[in-house]
């Protein structure tokens, strides 16, 4: 049994003068627990066979050769990328892996420099699109939620002559036995 660290004093007593409204809750001291012994722990117990940490045995492969320029590549055909991104519509290309400063500012000439303000106007005219057709559905939809509240105002005049209508009827009949 686990036993907790300290207990409500078993002698203490709420003071005469205490008020549970004004005071709150009396809650008597609390004292160490003489039964505590510390925190659990699990008991160990020997193991005469243990032969310390395992290691993973190491097994020799026959098929195994050293090949110090199996990194060397004379053609890379693709680049991968693992990215995160909050918006989507990122678009990579042109992308190019050389050590020659040249080769790289003449593909930049050649493919971005050459196409930016193109690509920048088609992407402007598509984000204007797309705004004017949110914008037209934001007013359709605000459109028909004023058309159902219209009607349900409507809906609640017409209830409410009935009830009025209603309230007459029965003075009338009042008037008619008298």
């Not at 203490?12 to 709150?24: H, I």
């Not at 117990?45 to 050293?66: C, D, F, L, Q, S």
């Not at 690509?119 to 058309?147: G, N, V």
């Amino acid at each position: 049994m686990i036993f907790p660290r300290k207990i409500p004093d078993p002698d203490a007593q709420k003071p005469d003068d205490w008020d549970d409204e004004a005071d709150g809750a009396w809650e008597a001291p609390k004292i160490p627990n003489p039964e505590y012994k510390g925190e659990w722990k699990p008991k160990k117990i020997k193991n005469p066979n243990y032969k310390g940490k395992w290691i993973h045995p190491e097994i020799a492969n026959p098929e195994y050769e050293a090949d110090d320029e199996v990194y060397a590549f004379d053609n890379i055909g693709q680049v991968g990328f693992d990215l995160w991104q909050v918006k989507a519509g990122t678009i990579f290309d042109n992308i190019i892996v050389t050590d020659n400063i040249k080769d790289a500012e003449t593909l930049l000439a050649e493919t971005y420099t050459a196409n930016k303000d193109a690509e920048k106007k088609m992407f402007d005219e598509q984000e204007a699109k797309k705004r004017e057709q949110e914008e037209a559905e934001r007013k359709k939809r605000e459109e028909e939620e004023k058309k159902k509240k219209d009607e349900e105002e409507s809906e609640e005049d017409e209830d409410d002559e009935d009830e009025e209508d209603d309230d007459d009827e029965p003075k009338k009949k009042q008037h008619d036995d008298l």
